[in-house]
DNA sequence: TTGTAGGCGTTATCAG
DNA sequence: CTGATAACGCCTACAA
């Protein structure tokens, strides 16, 4: 039922040159029959097309790109590919990049030995590439650069000049989050998950220590973080919760992401403690769970989905040389008020 | 800096021939030389090493792989990428597929116009694919077996013989969790989410069924979806939770997936009604935000990570020939109790 | 130990 | 309109 008259027993793929046989023409013609390009007899055109199909002909994939100098592949790293976060980057991606032709191809150097091995790999195999972060240090962005790759950097900042650079609003945000929380009453700050956690984070903390001198108000604790697992942010979180007795105890505590905040809330759960009533709490993302905790978490909305989007069209435009001199965007965020900044009266908001 | 003495102007990426020439050798011996197949002198190894590195040379990925006859690749295949689940999986993936030293090539069919086309595209790009439920056509998989290409099916069954198919227990953990909520002395049951949503779905369903019935409990109420979106999922919660009052109001809402479960309980604390008192909710999969939803979601963990794993060393054992014959292999799952499924004396549990 | 030459599967150029 | 044929970049018998 598959194919038709007389079974293939061969198992190698079948080839151009099958089909031409098949048609009785060259492979040339076949080639432009098959793909539209150039012009071929209308007779010529059906014998060919019979045989491609009774063949079953897929053209070679390799040939392909080989002949056209091509990959029709994009790539991306991200440092990890757990929590929502990279998910939801990777579905603006992909979506993207499939509506432009091309696939995608993914490195999540996370256990990797030899990340920036398999990062140089990656860049053997598309025609651009997109890098989360710090994932890729700078010598394999460089070498990326030097060798014209296409390069799109989702990062606040770049150490190398020439891939295009796409960020998210940072301080403004921040700002906005420090007056509200302000508004609130709370006095006493503290910062857990940095700084140092990298540039965004940085940039966040100084928003936050910025916006509190103006008002005022006695800097914050800078809490860092020793690492992103389970375990450590269940630690750091039961950590900023102790010794609720002492005078100097945070009214709350603004985090560096939503996962981190969503351990001091279990934590906090676990304690005993109230939220926002015996500490507030704040994130930075808005992934799902925020809506879904308890209480339902306030943070900073980052457009994640729309992000992989653009890094797929900002790719495709250096692939296809649309556009040549690098960009530098940013994206704006919005801070999400929920409840765990505090009370707000009668507060009716999805 | 990059390149030490005389700087190479020229644009095209070097090949093997330039390496050779500078080391005054013949490619096959720069070949030998750097994979490190058959043996060099060794003064002539250094002399290419040596070249390749002033260089900068990198095989070209497009010509290994034609010449060996594989991509070094491996694709894999999601209905979407949406929500947590997928990333889980994909993650478990990516990591195996990296320490068996090859590529990932993503597809989600979500939004896709011709998504069996794109898993033919892809299917040409790699050594071997993993699709996801029914995201492939049945034609589609019987091709893949056709032109033995290894499969590999994370689903709960294959109408093709071939692939290996990797599932998840569903009938014994549906049935334990439904005694479950016996014992919590809920009658009146709703499932929301199916049947007909699959075959995953309707064994739960079908265990939910039958458990009930070997109780002497009324049957289950059946409320498929009309769709996975967010507002679709909205309106169902909604209207499973109205009509309180009446008599065969349901005493708990067991749902097809913790999304469905979310959004139960959403929309439940939007009425102003208490989960698990006046109404108890059940999920399935053990997302990340079960853990951290209020009140804390009864489910069944499902391994992705594990699943994604697995997938990846089953398919390198089909690429590499270790083992021919499909495998049917079924992951155990259990249920993970919690809070909203009914009121536990004292638990204390994590 | 080393070099030559054929092959992998297409595309595209250039004569017919 | 069509068919040879030269790339494309590498690997690997085979010969020297």
């Known amino acids: ?20 046989q098949r048609a009785g023409v060259g492979i040339a013609t076949v080639s432009r029959a098959l793909r539209g390009t150039g012009s071929v007899g209308a007779r010529t055109r059906e014998r060919i097309l019979l045989a491609a199909r009774e063949l079953n002909f897929v053209p070679s994939r390799l040939g392909v790109s080989l002949a056209e100098g091509r990959h029709a592949a ?5 440092p990890s590919l757990t929590g929502p976060y990279f998910g939801e980057v990777l579905l603006g991606y992909e979506e993207a990049a499939a509506e432009l032709g091309r696939s995608v191809i993914v490195v999540a150097t996370d256990g990797l030995g030899s990340a920036q091995e398999h990062i140089r790999d990656l860049a053997g195999r598309v025609d651009g590439v997109v890098i989360y972060g710090r994932t890729a240090e700078s010598d394999v962005v460089a070498e990326l650069v030097a060798e014209h790759k296409p390069t799109v950097l989702l990062a606040p900042w770049a150490d190398v000049d020439g891939p295009d650079v796409l960020t998210t609003e940072n301080t403004r945000s921040a700002r906005e989050l420090t007056e509200h929380l302000l508004s609130h009453g709370h006095r006493r700050f503290t910062y857990l998950g940095g700084p140092t956690g990298g540039r965004d984070i940085d940039e966040r903390w100084a928003a936050l220590v910025g916006t ?21 942010l269940y630690v750091a979180a039961r950590a900023v919760l102790a010794d609720r007795g ?10 560096s992401h939503d996962e981190v905040a ?11 403690l109230t939220v926002p009533d015996d500490v507030a709490v704040t994130g930075w993302d808005d992934v799902v769970t925020a809506k879904h905790s308890w209480p339902p978490l306030t943070t900073v909305r980052q457009p994640m989905r729309r992000m992989g989007g653009m890094a797929a069209r900002s790719l495709d435009e250096l692939i296809s ?30």
Chains 1, 2 share one sequence.
């Open 321 to 350: 040389g649309t556009r040549t001199t690098p960009r530098h965007e940013v994206l704006s965020t919005r801070p999400v008020i929920r409840e765990s900044c505090g009370n707000h009266p009668q507060s009716s908001r999805r």
């Open 1 to 20: 039922m598959d194919d038709q008259a007389g079974s293939r027993p061969e198992d190698t793929p079948v080839t151009i040159y099958q089909v031409a």
């Open 212 to 232: 509190l001198a103006a008002a005022g108000v006695p800097a914050p604790l800078p809490v860092p973080l020793s690492g992103y697992g389970e375990a450590e």
């Open 74 to 78: 994009n790539g991306i790293v991200f």
């Open 246 to 255: 002492r005078p100097d105890a945070p009214d709350v505590i603004v985090c």
């Open 262 to 272: 969503l351990a001091v809330l279990l934590a906090a759960r676990e304690l005993g």
